[in-house]
């Protein structure tokens, strides 16, 4: 009886020893299967951020303000100097039917690049009478002219006191055809590379 007691007592701790060592196989396998799939992960992730981070040239665009020349229909009033108005009084012959005439004169200048017609009117009063003396004259561009009106009048009108009211010349209006300076926002493209940080900046900047 005192044997099988020792034999009892000396397999106990064996089995006991065995089974801790299979468990701790067991959980050897596990942790291991646990770092492989951490280190998978690792490198995954590793290689994802890789290829993310790979550079490359890629066309960025942006706008430009541009300058471009159009010709364009465009009103204008050419330019002109003038002299002081003059005036007479051209006496008539009652006899012979030949009426008094009333002449004014004025010096017109064309500085204009353009040709036209320009037209000179003058506003006469005397003795509670008036007359108007109005004509258009076609002057060259870059030209002076001498423009003269005569207008006949009556035998005793206008004989003293003869004074301008009002006098005036009118230049022409015309439409040309002018070249002019428009802009426009034009959209270009310039390569950029990806690694550049000012890369990122343009794009983000779209």
Known sequence: ??????????????????????????????????????????????????????????????????????LVHKSITLDHQMSRLSYQRIPGAILIDELPQLKANCTISNSSKYSGNFTLAARFESQGQSVILEETFFIPAYTTKQCEIVKEINHYSFQSDIEVSSWDVTAPTITVQVEETRYRDVTKYRLCNTCDPACHSAVASK
């Not at 998978?40 to 471009?68: G, H, M, W």
């Open 1 to 70: 009886m005192c044997s099988d007691f020792i034999l009892s007592f000396s397999i106990l701790p064996i089995t006991h020893l065995c089974y801790v060592n299979k468990h701790y196989k067991q959980l050897k396998s596990k942790i291991m299967k646990k770092l492989i799939n951490l280190l998978i992960c690792f490198v995954a992730l590793i290689s994802f951020t890789q290829c993310s981070n790979k550079c490359e040239d890629i066309n960025v665009p942006y706008t430009v303000r541009e300058s471009y020349k159009e």
